[in-house]
């Protein structure tokens, strides 16, 4: 198999998992990652797909300006910059995009702070971080529905191969070294936002 079909079918198989999470209501959510880094293409997901459909069109192959590498009838996600961004600023190989309530009522309730922390959580090693009583800071920015601004906003917070930033009332963004790490790196972002918003609840 060819490099492209290998991370087509890396995709797919993300793709598929999330779906049967109900992680991509309403045609929402963009995924993508890396074939080549010189010069830098990478697979995207089509914009406005059931992503609960598995069809040869799911993904487009994209350059590094978002723009499609062939003549398709295909347009990429509407986000893709975030990930033109994320793949020209550091060495990641995949950049995850979903939408939950929890991650969404998350955004919200801690919009106010900028982030949100979390600790003393066993899970917070799915980011690389061993030390005993290690914290995780998920930076949380605004929506703005115009991309470039959205983007500007965003490239801050790219500061490594591996990262995950919160967009108020927008979803998650996550990205690793490879899909392993950045399906990883999502899915223990997801499990602290779900025990967030429980602790909230035995509160009440």
């Given at each position: 198999?060819?490099?492209?079909?290998?991370?087509?079918?890396?995709?797919?198989?993300?793709?598929?998992?999330?779906?049967?999470?109900?992680?991509?209501?309403?045609?929402?959510?963009?995924?993508?990652?890396?074939?080549s880094s010189e010069p830098l293409t990478f697979l995207v997901t089509a914009s406005g797909k059931d992503k609960r459909k598995r069809t040869t069109d799911d993904f487009l192959l994209v350059d590094q300006y978002g723009s499609p590498v062939e003549?398709?009838?295909?347009?990429?996600?509407?986000?893709?910059?975030?990930?033109?961004?994320?793949?020209?600023?550091?060495?990641?190989?995949?950049?995850?995009?979903?939408?939950?309530?929890?991650?969404?009522?998350?955004?919200?309730?801690?919009?106010?702070?900028?982030?949100?922390?979390?600790?003393?959580?066993?899970?917070?090693?799915?980011?690389?971080?061993?030390?005993?009583?290690?914290?995780?800071?998920?930076?949380?920015?605004?929506?703005?529905?115009?991309?470039?601004?959205?983007?500007?906003?965003?490239?801050?917070?790219?500061?490594?191969?591996?990262?995950?930033?919160?967009?108020?009332?927008?979803?998650?963004?996550?990205?690793?070294?490879?899909?392993?790490?950045?399906?990883?790196?999502?899915?223990?972002?997801?499990?602290?936002?779900?025990?967030?918003?429980?602790?909230?609840?035995?509160?009440?």
């Open positions: 198999m060819s490099t492209l079909d290998v991370r087509w079918s890396e995709l797919a198989d993300i793709k598929d998992e999330f779906a049967v999470r109900d992680w991509f209501p309403a045609t929402s959510g963009n995924l993508s990652i890396k074939v003549e398709t009838h295909l347009k990429p996600s509407a986000e893709t910059q975030l990930h033109v961004e994320v793949y020209t600023r550091s060495n990641a190989g995949c950049c995850l995009h979903v939408h939950t309530v929890d991650n969404n009522v998350i955004s919200d309730l801690y919009y106010s702070n900028g982030q949100i922390q979390f600790q003393h959580q066993e899970i917070i090693k799915a980011f690389g971080l061993w030390e005993q009583d290690a914290s995780i800071t998920i930076p949380i920015i605004y929506n703005h529905a115009h991309i470039p601004t959205l983007t500007a906003e965003f490239i801050p917070h790219i500061k490594g191969d591996c990262g995950v930033v919160l967009i108020h009332n927008h979803g998650i963004t996550a990205w690793g070294k490879d899909a392993l790490e950045a399906k990883r790196i999502l899915e223990a972002s997801e499990f602290l936002f779900s025990y967030q918003l429980k602790k909230h609840l035995v509160k009440i």
